[in-house]
């Protein structure tokens, strides 16, 4: 008898242990259960980033983030660096220890002008190197060839266009670039220039919103007038008296070599 009550005693203080242990654990978690949540919400908002998300700035809704088309990433390359870039330009630049040149896969004279010529005066609008040199020398280069009369003169109707694209560009390197290019290729198709001429004067001396400064802004800049004049008395010396009508009649300021 005072075995089983005995063992009873044994068996009650048990469960009384047991309960007690479950009730403190319960009452650990309920005290540890908002800090744990408390520290991972302040870790959550310690961030500028999600810290911007729960209290967003009024300036966010006004300047909401955008992706830039015009970036310098998202810019797509031009027409004669994509051309150049996978070897259509049959020369390559070669860094001198004083001035840089060209190097030509083969004598240009044996290359057709037909597509090169107006590849490289489309290229003249470029402004990153080695786009810049590659085009001018080589458009220079490539009127020097014997036989350039004739491969030109059926260009023009081609050429024009694109060499106007150039006079009217804002940035002032292009812009020195195509008057250049111009003047060296009167040189070398002379009076067959003038049927163009009218066309090209035109469209550089009215200089319609959007197509850039026009010849007639910037003769009246000093540092271009004296090139400009200088290029208009090389069109006239090889263009002969039929291009000083023209070039008289769309810039009456200017004064002829003949004068």
């Known amino acids: 008898?005072?075995?089983?009550?005995?063992?009873?005693g044994i068996q009650m203080r048990n469960r009384l242990t047991d309960n007690c242990d479950q009730r403190t654990s319960a009452s650990a978690q309920v005290k540890h259960g908002p800090t744990v949540q408390q520290s991972k919400s302040s870790s959550s908002t310690s961030s500028p980033e999600s810290a911007r998300k729960l209290?967003?700035?009024p300036s966010d809704k006004l300047n909401p983030k955008t992706i830039n088309p015009f970036g310098e990433q998202s810019r797509a390359p031009s027409a004669f660096a994509a051309i150049y870039s996978k070897g259509g330009i049959p020369?390559?630049?070669?860094?001198?220890?004083?001035?840089?040149?060209?190097?030509?896969?083969?004598?240009?004279?044996?290359?057709?002008?037909?597509?090169?010529?107006i590849t490289l005066a489309e290229g003249l609008r470029e402004t990153k190197h080695p786009y810049t040199f590659v085009s001018k020398e080589g458009?220079?280069?490539?009127?020097?060839?014997?036989?350039?009369?004739?491969?030109?003169?059926?260009?023009?109707?081609?050429?024009?266009?694109?060499?106007?694209?150039?006079?009217?560009?804002?940035?002032?390197?292009?812009?020195?670039?195509?008057?250049?290019?111009l003047v060296q290729l009167s040189v070398v198709v002379g009076p067959s220039l003038n049927d163009h001429l009218k066309h090209l004067l035109t469209s550089v001396s009215a200089g319609r919103i959007g197509e850039g400064l026009c010849l007639s802004k910037r003769l009246r800049d000093k540092k271009f007038k004296e090139?400009?004049?200088?290029?208009?008395?090389?069109?006239?010396?090889?263009?002969?008296?039929?291009?000083?009508?023209i070039i008289k009649s769309k810039i009456p300021t200017y004064c002829s070599i003949c004068c």
């Open 91 to 117: 020369c390559r630049l070669v860094h001198g220890s004083v001035k840089h040149r060209l190097q030509w896969e083969c004598p240009p004279e044996k290359l057709p002008f037909d597509p090169l010529l």
């Open 55 to 57: 209290h967003p700035r």
């Open 139 to 181: 458009f220079r280069e490539l009127l020097l060839v014997t036989g350039a009369l004739e491969k030109a003169v059926p260009l023009l109707p081609r050429l024009i266009p694109v060499l106007k694209a150039a006079l009217v560009h804002v940035d002032d390197e292009v812009f020195e670039r195509g008057l250049n290019a």
């Open 227 to 245: 090139p400009i004049t200088t290029a208009l008395q090389k069109l006239e010396q090889h263009g002969g008296s039929g291009s000083l009508i």
């Open 1 to 8: 008898m005072q075995k089983s009550e005995c063992h009873r």
